[in-house]
């Protein structure tokens, strides 16, 4: 096992902001990142990303990658339709944030020592990762029991977390309906609505049959490529207490179907009904070309559905929530890896994909189809 930091190390370069074929290659003579970089590091972050960090939660650790887990915003970074707020300091830059690897070096932290394999989610934004060295923050890390839980499932789980705030939401014997069930989150919630108690687990999918199947276990499915769920006189007979929107653009449906008297799939605020989401974007690749823009997306739209469907519209429509980011503490990560090494959660691969160019381009083309079934992984090496 390689413990120590040579110069250079094999990693995926992004070029510049553009299309995957055309910007992503995987380089062999790319430098190695290193704790004495972190200031660099610290300086370049944009205003609005180094805000919303405490300075006691960056403090970074560097490990050897084994693998790493890709997430949406990794295609929107790569677009530069969030170049705002997201985009990188300068290119070439490495893609991927949520990994798996072993630390090599563990900076000033006193929880994880040297040759402990961990599990990290991105701190800030998704970068540094798709490469044989990556350095993370220690504040959202966590170690993994590889007697357990495999470094691909590690990192998939990392970039799957998400599920583990919004199955918090879920109350027993609830009946429950996870648009975007197949995906990275979707098919780690759809196992942990189960844990919480729900009655009836609906999912949506362009594959449904893997919805029914172990691990993800769903009473029904629905491919949504041939059946429009929002005129299911079967749901409509019996609505939903809750509605979970992973795929984007289920509230506007929601609305419309209201404003034309259609009855709804979902039980009314008035009636306990609930439509929770991520983000509170309509679309999974939304601009964000300005700071007015971003507050409308984020802010403006968000709270104006919040409280206009617990005021004005909750007899007709459920109360409307959404989950914007995880704490940046470790205590998601404890409980998702706590989860998997219980046997209550496994995690859900699509790949691994190799580290290699055609490897990487490949697995971003999945993650912009998103019709991935799981996480997507690329897998950088062996344990």
Not at 42 to 52: A, C, F, N, T
Not at 160 to 183: H, K
Request: net charge positive; charged share 25%; hydrophobic share 40%.
């Amino acid at each position: 096992m390689i413990l120590q930091l040579p110069k250079s190390m094999k990693a995926a370069q992004v070029k510049f902001y553009g299309g995957i074929d055309e910007m992503i290659t995987v380089e062999e003579s790319v430098p190695v990142p290193r704790l004495d970089d972190e200031l660099v590091f610290k300086e370049k972050l944009h205003p609005m990303i180094k805000g919303s960090l405490k300075k006691d939660r960056l403090t970074h650790m560097i490990i050897k990658t084994l693998a790493v887990s890709l997430s949406p915003a990794d295609y929107r970074i790569l677009s530069g339709r969030t170049r705002l707020f997201q985009g990188p300091p300068s290119f070439p830059y490495i893609p991927g944030g949520d990994c798996c690897g072993i630390v090599v070096d563990p900076g000033n932290s006193t929880y994880f020592k040297k040759g402990d394999v961990v599990s990290a989610r991105f701190a800030a934004v998704p970068r540094d990762g798709i490469a044989e060295y990556a350095r993370v923050s220690s504040s959202v890390c966590e170690k993994v029991d590889t007697k357990k839980i495999s470094p691909v499932a590690a990192a998939a789980l990392a970039s799957a977390s998400p599920a583990a705030i919004l199955c918090e939401q879920i109350r027993p014997n609830e009946r429950v309906l996870i648009l975007g069930a197949g995906g990275g989150v979707g098919s780690h919630l759809c196992q942990l609505a189960r844990m919480k108690g729900a009655s009836y687990i609906c999912g949506l999918s362009r594959d449904p049959k893997r919805l029914l199947d172990a691990p993800l276990l769903c009473d029904d499915a629905i491919d949504y490529t041939k059946e429009n769920i929002y005129v299911s006189k079967k749901f409509q007979q019996e609505p939903f207490d809750t509605i979970i929107d992973l795929a984007c653009g289920g509230w506007p449906q929601l609305v419309e179907h209201s404003h034309l008297k259609i009855p709804s799939i979902v039980k009314p605020a008035s009636q306990g009904g609930r439509y929770i989401t991520i983000g509170g974007v309509d679309k999974p690749y939304f601009d964000g070309t300005s700071i007015f823009g971003l507050l409308g997306l984020f802010l403006f739209k968000p709270l104006w559905r919040y409280l206009s469907s617990r005021i004005f519209t909750r007899r007709s429509l459920p109360s409307y929530s959404c989950v914007h980011c995880l704490p940046d503490t470790r205590d998601v990560m404890t409980k998702t890896l706590g989860l998997a090494n219980e046997g209550k959660l496994q995690g859900v691969v699509d790949g691994p994909y190799p580290m290699t160019t055609e490897g990487v381009r490949k697995a971003f083309h999945t993650l912009q189809s998103r019709h991935g079934k799981g996480k997507v992984v690329v897998k950088v090496a062996d344990l």
